[in-house]
């Protein structure tokens, strides 16, 4: 279901990738992740993108690791 677009890497979420996983999510969790995107001020791709890279590999960058778009 990866797809690429602007010489994206097949490491990271479009942005369409994202908004398409994130439409098929029940309401609640839906919500979640745009509420976290929003307080975070993270792209919803890469909320969803860290949410299954943890379920998948507890010890991967998380939301207190990453910052996308941000320097240290």
């Not at 097949?10 to 398409?20: N, R």
């Not at 929003?38 to 943890?54: G, H, K, L, N, Q």
Request: with cysteine; hydrophobic share 35%.
């Amino acid at each position: 279901m990866q797809s690429t677009t602007h010489n994206q890497s097949y490491e990271q979420l479009s942005s369409a990738d994202g908004q398409a996983i994130l439409e098929r999510l029940p309401e609640r969790i839906r919500n979640a992740i745009l509420d976290r995107a929003t307080e975070i001020s993270y792209p919803v791709e890469a909320i969803v993108e860290m949410a299954i890279a943890d379920y998948i590999d507890s010890h991967t960058i998380d939301f207190a690791d990453c910052k996308p778009g941000r320097k240290a």
